[in-house]
């Protein structure tokens, strides 16, 4: 399938925004899955995969840091570029409808998946970003009526730490959490909301071969009653209970 770029930003250092117009892919976009982009340089064989962190009527758009040879073609792509790209795949979020109060905990780029999630939200959302320097999209999160915490590895914004330690510095407890960020940080949060007894979705991340699950180049362990399975992050998930998850 082919889109057209509608913006292509810069946000952050190395960290974009693009806009593509494709209503088909628009139309089945839902909150937590992602799309494969593919890069025009012949020598970049495998697509890049995405989470859609917005979905319009007409477009959707994703968040990325430049990062190799792949997103630093994307992040030079213009307003009227063709790129081609897959259908929504995986399997996201599955919010909870009820007025609550909707904790989303996030690490560096994996903000972007829960800005959609944060627009369909009832009730209180809080959005607790972690980030090693420099922030992104905290104003996005703030124009959407979410209460906003920044925590940051060095310092520079917010409080000097991690998530989890925010978490437990401000006292948020929430009905519901959800996740999306680098694995150790997702372990962590998953740890601590068994700790309080509250239900979380994690939206794990993986290296992806073919983001369709017949690679199987994004497995990780499920647990089973008699230990662990594993399951496909691309077609699975990404999005899994933190619970269910054999973490390591």
Known sequence: MEGIVKLNNRIGSKI????IEQPEIANLARIGTFINLYPKTASLLLPRPFGISEISKTSITIVYEVVGKGTLEFSGYKPGDIVKMSRPLGNGFTPC????????VSGGIGIAPLVELAKHL???VIAVMGFKDKS???????SIGATTYVASDSGSEGFKGNVVELLKKENIIGDYYYGCGPKPMLKAVSEYCEQINRPIQVSMEGRMGCGYGACVGCACKVKTADGYTNKKICSDGPVFLGS???WE
Request: hydrophobic share 40%; net charge negative.
């Open 244 to 246: 269910e998850i054999f």
């Open 97 to 104: 409808y009820d007025n609550a109060t909707h904790v989303l």
């Open 122 to 124: 009832p009730g209180k």
């Open 136 to 142: 992104f999209l905290v104003g996005k999160m703030q």
């Open 16 to 19: 974009y925004s693009m806009e």
